[in-house]
């Protein structure tokens, strides 16, 4: 039988896993439009929220949305429709549809977006890249590990074509040298490059990569930009595991809508 519990408990759930506290300073995770008590039987799972997913939701019947990129990330002067940030809260508000952000702390976490994707990527010895802190140097940005066997550069790249199933990847020059230890973080984790050199990784995987980044390489590794929504699709595969995990007769959805605005030619 389906079970019922309130908005509260599912965020309890995705807060032991990844409490709030771990989120940067900038970032706005957590719950950001509903009431804690309300009832719920079921939720969405998507990366970003849009106005088709809240259709989407509604169509489920779905009274949550669980999502890995805030709906708002900067604070709202006013709530008028003017864009689809202010459409989507309306339009939640007014169906009691609650929406819950699992950012930067997801990203942060041990066994969190970053140690999914090197998972997916077939990496070993994972450690944290950039740990918050000293105390525990299990959480924090990125994370480094190492291939079962070395791989050349081209090859490497075009396996992780069809692992995060893209159809380019932007990339520095190459260095003729042989692919083994990788360094990652996902989404725009460009700021982390130097902490890739630093511990000597042959490759560096992020997204949003701009122009004069790549000349910072210094010849010292490969570079390569895998694309934001496509370096962190994996998040909502844990999103589901935690709940299916906490409350296993809570029923979860996969979102099918397509929130990914960047297209290739």
């Known amino acids: 039988m389906q079970e019922i519990c309130t908005v509260s408990k599912v965020c309890d759930v995705l807060e032991e896993f990844a409490p709030l506290c771990w989120q940067e300073e900038y970032d706005n995770s957590g719950l950001i439009v509903g009431d804690k008590n309300l009832e719920i039987s079921s939720a969405l799972l ?4 849009t106005e088709d997913v809240i259709d989407e939701a509604l169509s489920l019947g779905c009274k949550m949305i669980i999502a890995h990129h805030p709906l708002v990330f900067m604070g709202l002067k006013h709530i008028c429709g003017e864009n689809y940030v202010e459409r989507c809260v309306v339009k939640a508000i007014k169906n009691e549809i609650a929406i819950y952000a699992a950012h930067t702390c997801w990203d942060n976490a041990p066994q969190g977006v970053n140690y999914r994707i090197a998972e997916k990527i077939g990496l070993k010895n994972i450690k944290t890249l950039v740990p918050k802190s000293s105390a525990n140097e299990n959480i924090g940005a990125g994370v480094v590990g190492v291939l079962e066997e070395s791989e050349g550069e081209l090859d490497f790249l ?14 520095s020059p190459l260095l003729d040298k042989k692919i083994k230890r990788v360094a990652l973080c996902g989404g725009s984790g460009s700021e982390y490059l ?3 050199i630093d511990c000597e990784a042959d490759v560096y995987l992020t997204a949003d990569i701009k122009y004069h980044t790549f000349f910072s390489t210094e010849k010292k590794i490969l570079l390569a930009d895998i ?7 994996f998040t909502k595969e844990i999103f589901f595991e935690q709940l299916q995990k906490k409350i296993p007769k809570f029923a979860v959805h996969f979102s099918k809508i397509k929130t990914n605005q960047i297209n290739y030619l």
């Not at 075009?158 to 990339?171: A, E, L, Q, T």
């Not at 694309?227 to 699709?233: D, L, N, R």
């Open 227 to 233: 694309g934001h929504f496509e370096s962190e699709q």
């Open 46 to 49: 998507c990366i970003d929220v």
């Open 194 to 196: 130097q902490y890739a």
């Open 158 to 171: 075009n396996r992780m074509k069809n692992v995060f199933s893209i159809k380019c990847i932007k990339y």
